[in-house]
């Protein structure tokens, strides 16, 4: 497996200099020998020129959060990374590797959750290049391994978690965002190890039931919301009951057979636990028939 390692290489500006020197040098040596008719200057001085020429083909520059591959007749003769104008061997052959910070937003994919209903799903990743050396080398085309590996470790991740959690401390899709994004990441980066990318972020981008099966999902969301509602109306209106009951009782304001209490309790369950405005009936008589 290859590793990126720093190429050898010499800074441009001083061979700048010294290769343009050369090159008027080689020029200056070729005219001499037109004008004085010696064969042997003028071939030196071609000589020359030509050799002079092709060592500006050793010149490249490197931009910031970039790096250049430097390969040599097939073999892997380093990276560059440190931004200016250098000289190598002008023989070898240079590739550009941006390093920067990209992102990608993956198509939306139909899968089953763990819970067997279709979803569609998508993610955007934030990624950068690690090492320029594996990713051209031990990958075929990283770019293209990225975001195949990602849809991959996506429609992995939707098929090992529910859409929505019906239990407590059940991790789902749409219930725990963070720990799903982290879990997706991880998932991401393993696959990415080999070909020298590294993952910043994967987060869940679009996220909701196939249109098949929306409507249905819908309603038992909405019926599930309806029920826990009635849980909480229920819970507070015991509590208010049993604080009338108790308020009564320490004041000595009326006092209640069990009977007249259960109907007291149901009277006032009622009126707290209905949907609608409850019209109450006034007793003007006694309380005791």
Known sequence: MLREREVRAVAGIPMLI???VAFF?????????????????????????????????????VNPNEAQVVTLFGNYDGSMRKPGLWW???????KRVSMRVRNFESARLKVNDNHGNPIEIAAVVVWKVVDSAEALFEVDNYEN????????????????????????????????????????????QDRLEK???EVIEARISHLAYAPEIAGAMLRRQQASAIVAAR??????AVGMVEMALEA???KQVVQLDEERKAAMVSNMLVVLCSDQHTQPVVNAGSLYP
Not at 45 to 61: H, K, Q, W, Y
Not at 145 to 167: G, I, K
Not at 231 to 236: A, Y
Request: glycine share 8%; charged share 20%; with cysteine.
């Open 248 to 250: 009564l009782s320490r």
């Open 25 to 61: 040098a080689s020029l200056w040596l070729l005219i001499t020998g037109f004008r004085s008719h010696e064969g042997w200057t003028v071939i030196s001085g071609l000589l020359a020129l030509g050799i002079d020429s092709l060592m500006f083909f050793g010149l490249f520059v």
């Open 88 to 94: 190598v061997n002008p023989f070898t052959t240079r």
């Open 145 to 188: 391994f990225l975001l195949v590996q990602c849809e991959a470790a996506l429609r992995n991740l939707a098929t090992s978690y529910p859409y929505d959690s019906h239990e407590e401390k059940e991790i789902s899709l749409r219930g725990q965002p963070s720990d799903i994004a982290n879990e997706l990441r991880r998932e991401v």
């Open 195 to 197: 070909a020298g990318l």
């Open 231 to 236: 849980q909480k109306f229920v819970e507070g």
């Open 18 to 20: 010294l290769w343009t």
